[in-house]
T-cell receptor, first 111, second 114 residues
């Protein structure tokens, strides 16, 4: 099993602040996905990155895949209360079909 | 709405019992995945089916089994339940089951063992 470590585990910030969460592994992934999960719901896909060094933007969210395809980061600009949730990264490899999920970063944005 | 339907939403039962969780994938998706989510372990992959055939196996206990039927719905059977099996169980689906494809999750079944 390829382990994904996410940090920080918990993050509590005020509306308007910027933040970055990290997803790291010692293994190389062919692709990496970020999901957001809200209480009482299943995870919802935010983005998939497949190329080392790739940067993708989704409104105020910026996702980066490391050059070596072992790590990724998610940066949120001017966080809003609606960004509150559990952010999960998940890596896929060419040797298997399953995604390996990190334990997530729980983000709380207060007004 | 992801299009993935899981039933029941909540299940309360006792140790030693057996339960069946049901999942209907998104229309057109051939692959179904089952995950277990607990506070200490996070989201753990259990098993994947593609078009009725088992494709990948994760950390699934021998007491647990699953199948995917010709109409593509899937069932996860949990037997000889233990207190530690209390968790959220999620089903997800994707069109072809390749690892870089997005997975669409249902809202889960919360299983509580008393």
């Amino acid at each position: 099993t390829q382990l994904l470590e996410q940090s920080p585990q918990f993050l509590s910030i005020q509306e308007g602040e910027n933040l970055t969460v990290y997803c790291n592994s010692s293994s190389v992934f062919s692709s990496l996905q970020w999901y957001r999960q809200e209480p009482g719901e299943g995870p919802v896909l935010l983005v998939t990155v497949v190329t080392g060094g790739e940067v993708k933007k989704l409104k105020r969210l910026t996702f980066q895949f490391g050059d070596a395809r072992k790590d990724s980061s998610l940066h949120i600009t001017a966080a809003q209360p609606g960004d509150t949730g559990l952010y999960l990264c998940a890596g896929g490899s060419n040797s298997g079909y399953a995604l390996n999920f990190g334990k997530g970063t729980s983000l709380l944005v207060t007004p | 709405d992801s299009g993935v339907t899981q039933t029941p939403k909540h299940l309360i039962t006792a140790t030693g019992q057996r339960v069946t969780l049901r999942c209907s994938p998104r229309s057109g998706d051939l692959s179904v995945y089952w995950y277990q989510q607990s506070l200490d372990q996070g989201l753990q992959f259990l098993i994947q089916y593609y078009n009725g055939e088992e494709r990948a196996k994760g950390n699934i206990l021998e007491r647990f089994s699953a199948q995917q039927f010709p109409d593509l719905h899937s069932e996860l059977n949990l037997s000889s339940l233990e207190l530690g099996d209390s968790a959220l169980y999620f089903c997800a689906s994707s069109s072809t089951g390749l690892p870089y494809q997005p997975q669409h999750f249902g809202d889960g079944t919360r299983l509580s063992i008393l």
